[in-house]
Nanobody, 115 residues
């Protein structure tokens, strides 16, 4: 079973920053497009940002200019740097690895932004 291990969530005041990390097995990471998604209470899971094997990135409009996704292929890790956080960013953040038609998810990490 493929395990993605997320870390870095927590409680932060509005305007603050957090960096999420997601480590994946090397056999998966080298082949995968990686992404971060989030799910707030009572809402559907939504895309936050994605990064391809070639490091092309894509962002949800709501986080453009505030969040940055990156990947370290030597460490098999994808990051999400979140700056200028807002209360509406509060959610469980999930890491996703896509390899062809297969998708693997992490267990999620809670991000709470207080006003």
């Amino acid at each position: 079973q493929v395990q993605l291990v997320e870390s870095g969530g927590g409680l932060v005041q509005a305007g603050g920053s957090l960096r999420l990390s997601c480590a994946a097995p090397g056999s998966i990471f080298s082949l995968a497009a990686m992404g971060w998604y989030r799910q707030a209470p009572g809402k559907q899971r939504e895309l936050v940002a994605t990064i391809t094997r070639g490091s092309s990135t894509n962002y949800a409009d709501s986080v453009k200019g505030r969040f940055t996704i990156s990947r370290d292929n030597a460490k098999n890790t994808v990051y999400l740097q979140m700056n200028s956080l807002k209360p509406e960013d509060t959610a469980v953040y999930y890491c996703k690895a896509e390899v062809s038609v297969l998708a693997y998810w992490g267990q999620g990490t809670q991000v709470t932004v207080s006003s």
